[in-house]
T-cell receptor, first 109, second 116 residues
């Protein structure tokens, strides 16, 4: 079983829409959780960390459900500039980070 | 700060050739990592280092070697290039307390390697 699994999409949504991505992880002892954004042919960049209590950064909300071992990312009021691949990242107790394959988002005018 | 700098950005190798991918960071991060990313696949950890003089294998270490003689540099060596090593390689660094605190996880801009 993969450490981290994501729906690859693609998600094609109109501007202004709300879109949500989910990600599941297999190791119940995983310690830290992140969402990264990767633009085409570019390096991944940290979008936000995910905390147990949930956290929000502007139009982005991340949540963690340890009991069900999944994390989610909600994007409200989608902008064209949100088009990218979103990577779910999980850090286990061995200090290794595991990346999902990414979910592709295209925001359509 | 330049962050994480990788060179070269692109390279074409012939089967059996060797090369070193360079990675340097100027953020005084203790942890450094090498990943490869194949089309439609997630990033796979090749090797990582928790400090100068210490390296550990990741998920896909076969065919690669690393060294960490200084905090700043973490070169990745391919000894006998094979077509299966065609990929995009990313170096990353972070400051980690080792007990769940991870800060500033930063990637380099990548090296696109083709082995023919």
């Amino acid at each position: 079983r993969k450490e981290v699994e994501q729906d690859p999409g693609p998600f094609n949504v109109p501007e202004g829409a709300t879109v949500a991505f989910n990600c599941t992880y297999s190791n119940s002892a995983s310690q830290s959780f992140f969402w990264y954004r990767q633009d085409c042919r570019k390096e991944p960049k940290l979008l936000m960390s995910v905390y147990s209590s949930g956290n929000e950064d502007g139009r982005f909300t991340a949540q963690l459900n340890r009991a069900s071992q999944y994390i989610s990312l909600l994007i409200r009021d989608s902008k064209l500039s949100d088009s990218a691949t979103y990577l779910c990242v999980v850090k286990n107790t061995g200090n290794q980070f595991y990346f999902g394959t990414g979910t592709s988002l295209t925001v359509i005018p | 700060n330049a962050g994480v700098t990788q060179t070269p950005k692109f390279r074409i190798l012939k089967i059996g050739q060797s090369m070193t991918l360079q990675c340097t960071q100027d953020m005084n991060h203790n942890y450094m990592y090498w990943y490869r990313q194949d089309p439609g696949m997630g990033l796979k950890l090749i090797y990582y280092s928790v400090g100068a003089g210490i390296t550990d294998k990741g998920e896909v270490p076969n065919g690669y070697n690393v060294s960490r003689s200084t905090t700043e540099d973490f070169p990745l060596r391919l000894e006998l290039a094979a077509p299966s090593q065609t990929s995009v390689y990313f170096c990353a660094s972070s400051y980690s307390t080792g007990i769940g605190g991870d800060y500033g996880y930063t990637f380099g801009s990548g090296t696109r390697l083709t082995v023919v």
